[in-house]
Structure formats: structure tokens, C-alpha cells
T-cell receptor, first 113, second 113 residues
């Protein structure tokens, strides 16, 4: 079974631009969560989607948003990029029957210049 | 507020040694405690997890010890190998909190020959 895939793997954007990151969960997994990983703040929860509905949200500004499609694929969007948004963005998926077992993708490395 | 505190920040052991990584949590509502292993350039991988109703869980060379009264849990790696060199994260989540994981700050482990 294929793992969680994230595209693109690397991205360089300029301050003020917006960016969209994509995540395809493991087949059969309907929950998708997003995390931001930085050296200073570590791994921080952004939001979680289940069956196209946002079920949980972390403490990030409204510039960070997401959505989930009917095939469970998810996207996250960051608008008006700031230098501090440079990070590894990780997506994790889990199965409905074992919701706590989250499986992470390789991440998208975003660099904001 | 850092709800999961992890120590040490880094650890060096000799091959065959038993590194121990400790975590402490504050929120007594947490009821699921996983450990993740992350190699450079990769997403975190679920290693082993425990719930508060047991004091110890073993999977292969990895053991979690859990002390509910002290609100602490630890990861022991038996017969450590150079291939175990990675960053380890403890985490916690709670029923009703969706799939949100609260992570510790990570421990960089190096196993030397």
C-alpha cells in the first residue's frame, strides 16, 4: 500500500506570495492532518480534516487554510507569505478505525525569501 | 504553553547501549502517547505507542515505560545500532481532541560504533 504522498517536495516563494501544498493520504484513510515543523518551534499542529470537514484547528493565523476533497486528498494554502513561514509542512493520515495511528508523508520544504 | 516536555535534547551512545528518552506531560486528559522516529529528509514514522492503562509496552527493541501518577513516559531502545541514529519525538493526544498530536521538542540520538 502506498504511503502518504506530498507535492511538491520543495518550494521557494517570495514574501507576500501565496502557496498551495497538496497531500494524498494512504488509500482508505479519511482523516488528514497538517503540521508545521521548524527548528525553533518544533512540530506544531495546523488543522485536521475528516470527510471534507475541518475537525480541529491549531493556533495559526487565518493566512493558513486548508480543505479536503471527496477523495480524501487535501490541500493547504498559505496566503501573504512571511519569512517565518519557512518550514517543513507535513501531512499525516489515519484510518477511521485507528484514528490515533497517524502516518506522515515526507513533507514539503517551503522556503520564503 | 509547552504541554509535552522532552529530554534530553541530544544523546550519544555506543553501539549496543540503551538510550533512554524521557517525556513529561501536563494535560491529564491525554490518553494516547506515541513515539515517532524521524530521519533527515523524511517525515516522522510511528514507532510505538501506549495508553495509560498499561505501564509498559514492548515492540521489538523499543520499549515504552509509562508512569501515570508522575505524568511521565519514556522510550528505551535496546541493543542500539548505528541505524537507530535519528531524531525521536514523543507526542500525546486525547479522545475527543480529533487527531491532534502535541509533540515534544525532539531528541537527536547518535549511536556510535
Amino acid at each position: 500500500k502506498a504511503g502518504v504522498t506530498q507535492t511538491p517536495r520543495y518550494l521557494i516563494k517570495t514574501r507576500g506570495q501565496q502557496v498551495t501544498l497538496s497531500c494524498s493520504p494512504i488509500s482508505g484513510h479519511r482523516s488528514v492532518s497538517w503540521y508545521q515543523q521548524t527548528p525553533g518551534q518544533g512540530l506544531q499542529f495546523l488543522f485536521e480534516y475528516f470527510s471534507e470537514t475541518q475537525r480541529n484547528k491549531g493556533n495559526f493565523p487565518g493566512r493558513f487554510s486548508g480543505r479536503q476533497f471527496s477523495n480524501s486528498r487535501s490541500e493547504m494554502n498559505v496566503s501573504t507569505l512571511e519569512l517565518g513561514d519557512s518550514a517543513l509542512y507535513l501531512c499525516a493520515s489515519s484510518h477511521r478505525d485507528r484514528p490515533y495511528e497517524q502516518y506522515f508523508g515526507p513533507g514539503t520544504r517551503l522556503t520564503v525569501t | 504553553q509547552q504541554q509535552v516536555k522532552q529530554s534530553p535534547q541530544s544523546l550519544i551512545v555506543q553501539k549496543g547501549g540503551i538510550p533512554i528518552i524521557n517525556c513529561a506531560y501536563e494535560n491529564t486528559a491525554f490518553d494516547y502517547f506515541p513515539w515517532y522516529q524521524q530521519f533527515p529528509g523524511k517525515g516522522p514514522a510511528l514507532l510505538i505507542a501506549i495508553r495509560p492503562d498499561v505501564s509498559e509496552k514492548k515492540e521489538g527493541r523499543f520499549t515504552i515505560s509509562f508512569n501515570k501518577s508522575a505524568k511521565q513516559f519514556s522510550l528505551h531502545i535496546m541493543d542500539s545500532q548505528p541505524g537507530d541514529s535519528a531524531t525521536y519525538f514523543c507526542a500525546a493526544s486525547k479522545t475527543g481532541g480529533g487527531n491532534k498530536l502535541t509533540f515534544g521538542t525532539g531528541t537527536q540520538l547518535k549511536v556510535e560504533l
